[in-house]
């Protein structure tokens, strides 16, 4: 991965943490129903930032050079399985 990538991932994972142990606060306290979905929201958004930048990453340099190097099918495959990964949600 990219070190500037990298730094990015790390970044919104720890924002990620901080967002779940408030979730685990506001359920400890009591907080609003209505509250708590709204922050839980905002986690899944958040991770899903995290995925989308992990597989721009693979595209851009992983599955390119399978392709580079002429394994088509594993790069595709790769692709197939995170597409199915992403239905499941």
Request: hydrophobic letters at 35%; a positive charge.
């Amino acid at each position: 991965m990219k070190k500037d990538n990298k730094t990015k991932g790390i970044r919104r994972l720890k924002i990620v943490e901080g967002q779940v142990r408030a979730l685990q606060r506001m359920l400890e306290e009591g907080t609003y129903c209505i509250d708590i979905l709204t922050q839980s929201a905002a986690v899944k958004q958040a991770l899903s930032s995290v995925e989308d930048l992990i597989l721009e990453n693979h595209l851009s340099g992983c599955v390119a050079q399978q392709m580079k190097s002429g394994n088509i099918a594993k790069a595709t495959g790769e692709i197939m399985n995170v597409y199915k990964l992403s239905k499941k949600k």
